[in-house]
């Protein structure tokens, strides 16, 4: 009875946490490597990977293997190659906007930039020029800002714009740039180690279009790996022995939250300011639903290092190791904080009439004590944050009166467990 009941918890666990699946891998020799993964739509998708040359494994260059589906990862076909035994690659061979993939390329001092609009059907070299490429941060499907090595050993960030290179500034004398992340035309960030200790990275941040830098976060122990800013002001960055750090207030100020995990990380995406992910070695896929206060590991069935994560809606994601594509559909799934907290509250009525509902917390609770309420849109969209104080009951009066008819995701962080749940407006 024992040995059923542990059965029956374990396949529980990994159905709430969430299972991701294998559904492409490159079988070939122990020198490919995948570059990328990247999706425009839950169907429409391509798969980046080289094959070193010569047979050295420490080789940094070979031939380009494009793979293309259109069908959601069910089926992966061969979409061609490029550059025979050239390109150097800097794991940003794809970069996704809307509908827009950017494919980068670097070798010999030379650098260019391609464009496809149909999933990776027809390529348009859209610029070129000396110098390595360094690292890209899309705006939208016609602008973004790149940065370059030059041939004279200095970094160069570039700022392309409906066809053309409008700005290029030297904005780097003192440090060298990676992991560039701008989140509108002005407001931009971007990483660099330090000379004297390569594991001492720094986060800096542009308030001018990237003419001027200043520091904002940097940590001893800490080499950062990658950043994302889900909207203007809320931004996260993620590196070694788990460590994972927040913004509120566009990088002014940094707080470290607690991942529950000493893996190295590599890749995060966030589908907005409170739900995101982050991959890292040993098939580590962990997942947050309030911003990151707290963070649920994921199943992937898999050891082997992640290097990409990505979503192309709120529910269909996909992750990358080096010859292996994985893949979720989120809605199927819920953490196990949601599930226990089914069992733990109720809100009612729902739907409402008037916007008016009672969030009753059926377990012990401390009193008195002060909560945040946050209204999010279908979308993800923060609507506002509602502050109350349990006194002397565990029910509480939600009013979203003032609210128009629709569906709202609501989440309660109360004594360190999350409550959530869809309402109806009527």
């Known amino acids: ?27 070939t020799s122990s020198k490919t490597i995948g570059y990328d993964v990247c999706f425009t739509s839950e169907s429409e998708g391509l798969y980046f990977n080289s094959d070193y040359y010569p047979s050295s494994p420490s080789s940094t260059y070979g031939d380009l293997s494009i793979f293309q589906t259109n069908n959601a990862a ?17 794991g940003l061979i794809s970069v996704i906007k809307q509908k827009t993939i950017y494919n980068l390329c670097s070798f010999e001092g030379l650098h260019s930039i391609g464009k496809t609009i149909d999933n990776g059907t027809s390529w348009k070299n859209i610029l070129g020029g000396a110098g390595s490429l360094n690292s890209v941060s899309i705006i939208d499907t016609s602008s973004f800002f790149y940065t370059y090595l030059s ?4 970094y160069y960030l570039n700022k392309y714009s409906a066809g053309q290179i409008v700005n290029k500034i030297d904005s780097f004398p003192n440090f060298s740039p990676y992991g560039l992340y701008f989140t509108d035309t002005l407001n931009g960030y971007t990483l660099s180690k330090t000379t004297q200790n390569t594991n001492y990275h720094i986060i800096y941040k542009s308030t001018s279009g990237g003419n001027n830098w200043q520091a904002s976060f940097s940590d ?6 990658k950043i994302m800013f889900p909207s203007k002001n809320i931004g996260y960055a993620i590196g070694t022995l788990g460590r994972i750090i927040k913004t509120s207030d566009a990088g002014n100020t940094w ?31 962990i997942k947050t639903l309030n911003a990151g206060l707290s963070w649920q590991q994921q199943s992937t069935g898999t050891n082997s290092n992640f290097r990409k994560i990505f979503f192309v809606n709120d529910s269909v994601g996909f992750a990358l190791t080096g010859i292996q594509v994985y893949k979720i559909n989120a809605t199927l799934f819920a953490s196990v904080t949601e599930i226990n907290s089914l069992k733990n509250y109720t809100y009612f009525p729902n739907p409402s009439s008037n916007g008016i509902y009672n969030l009753k917390i059926n377990e012990s609770i401390k009193q008195k004590q002060n909560i945040v309420v946050t209204l999010t849109n279908k979308l993800g969209q923060v609507i506002e944050n509602i502050s109350y104080t349990i006194i002397d009951n ?33």
């Not at 992966?76 to 035994?85: F, K, L, V």
């Not at 001893?220 to 790996?225: G, N, P, Q, V």
């Not at 995990?261 to 098939?283: A, E, H």
Request: hydrophobic share 40%; glycine share 8%.
């Open 1 to 27: 009875m024992k040995k059923i009941l542990f059965i029956i918890l374990n396949l529980l666990s990994t159905l709430f946490y969430g299972q991701w699946v294998n559904s492409f891998s490159i079988n």
């Open 74 to 90: 069910t089926n992966w076909n061969y979409a061609g190659g490029s550059w025979s035994h050239g390109p150097i690659f800097y």
């Open 151 to 154: 041939l004279n050993n200095k």
């Open 220 to 225: 001893t122990l800490m080499s950062i790996s």
């Open 255 to 285: 707080q470290y939250l607690n991942s529950n995990t000493t893996k190295n990380l590599r890749n995060l995406y966030f589908i907005n300011d409170s739900v995101g992910y982050v991959c890292g070695d040993s098939g580590l896929i």
């Open 394 to 426: 565990q029910t509480l009066l939600v009013n979203l009166s003032n609210l128009a008819a629709g569906l709202y995701n609501i989440n309660a962080l109360i004594d360190g467990k999350n409550y959530n749940a869809k309402l109806e407006r009527e």
